[in-house]
């Protein structure tokens, strides 16, 4: 799994777009004292079971590689001139 440039700054908008499709969808309401953790697996199943995203392999699910397939996710979302992307 080779790291993004800015994967961080990724992750955290994958947080808040995902977080605004589950919650435009209706099946989840975030607080904020919800853990990035949580959301981050939330987000992953869901858009795992909308297939928006293939999932992990059986033994690669895990809390890093789940943050990464949603940096990914985002990275190709995101218009190429965008400030994370640099």
């Known amino acids: 799994m080779k ?3 800015n994967e961080l700054g990724l992750l955290k908008e994958a ?9 435009q969808r209706g099946v989840a309401r975030f607080e904020a004292t919800d853990s990035a953790k949580l959301k981050a697996e939330y987000i992953y199943k ?3 079971h909308d297939n928006l ?3 992990l392999a059986k033994g690669q699910v895990s ?5 990464h397939k949603l940096a990914l996710w985002i990275s190709r979302k995101l218009p190429e001139d965008h400030a994370l992307l640099k």
């Open 3 to 5: 790291k993004l440039k």
């Open 63 to 67: 809390e890093p590689n789940i943050k």
């Open 15 to 23: 947080l808040r777009v995902g977080e605004a499709y589950a919650q």
């Open 53 to 55: 995203i293939q999932p």
């Open 46 to 48: 869901l858009l795992v």
